[in-house]
């Protein structure tokens, strides 16, 4: 509390409506579980950096199949499409699904 009387400033002592101060236990006890969820939190954090790495690699393995199985399909179609042609070409598109099975 600040007054002035007759031109000097006068501090009080009490500040007016503070709150009472925690006491040692209290912020131990509330340190703890700040720093207990501190560590909860850092648990969540690395699995979830061990789950990410993983599907990581799991994506990379994905990939490369499926990479792959695009370039067969790709190898698949074309020879599909010139047996077709051959099979336009020479008039014999009866026998079509032969060629296919061959």
Excluded: H, W
């Amino acid at each position: 509390m600040v007054m002035l009387c007759g031109g000097a400033l006068i501090l009080s002592a009490t500040p007016a409506g503070a709150a009472p101060q925690p006491s040692i236990g209290q912020v131990q006890q509330k340190l703890f579980r700040l720093m207990s969820l501190e560590d909860a939190a850092v648990q969540q954090y690395d699995q979830a950096s061990q789950i990410l790495a993983s599907a990581k690699v799991r994506l990379a393995i994905v990939s490369r199949e499926a990479a792959r199985d695009r370039a067969q399909f790709e190898l698949m179609r074309g020879k599909i499409g010139q047996i077709a042609a051959f099979a336009y070409e020479n008039g014999n598109m009866t026998s079509f699904g032969a060629l296919l099975t061959n």
